[in-house]
């Protein structure tokens, strides 16, 4: 089990790039949050099996609404802080 803190950057904001991160991560048993940043990126936060953490960062450089031009993961240690998956506004 990994945790993982995934910044997207390019056209990602106004999108629907955070419902689509939702859907998959819940698909893929994934807790956390997504986020839009100020900076006009959106953050992810996740906890999970490492191969389902990566699937979900393939899904959202390659599958996802608008066009994500870099990406930067960090992964952690697992806290198993994280219940769920939300959407924060």
Do not use: C
């Not at 945790?3 to 950057?9: F, H, N, Q, S, T």
């Not at 100020?38 to 450089?61: F, H, M, P, Q, Y």
């Amino acid at each position: 089990m990994k945790r993982a803190i995934i910044k997207l950057y390019g056209l990602v904001q106004g999108v629907g790039m955070r419902y689509f991160v939702w859907r998959e991560a819940k698909k893929l048993g994934l807790n956390g949050y997504v986020r839009n940043l100020d900076d006009g990126s959106v953050e992810i936060v996740v906890e999970g099996e490492e191969k389902n953490i990566e699937t979900l960062i393939a899904a959202a450089r390659n599958e996802g609404p608008g066009f994500v031009s870099d990406l930067k993961v960090v992964y952690e240690p697992f806290k198993g802080d994280l219940k769920g998956f939300k959407i924060v506004h």
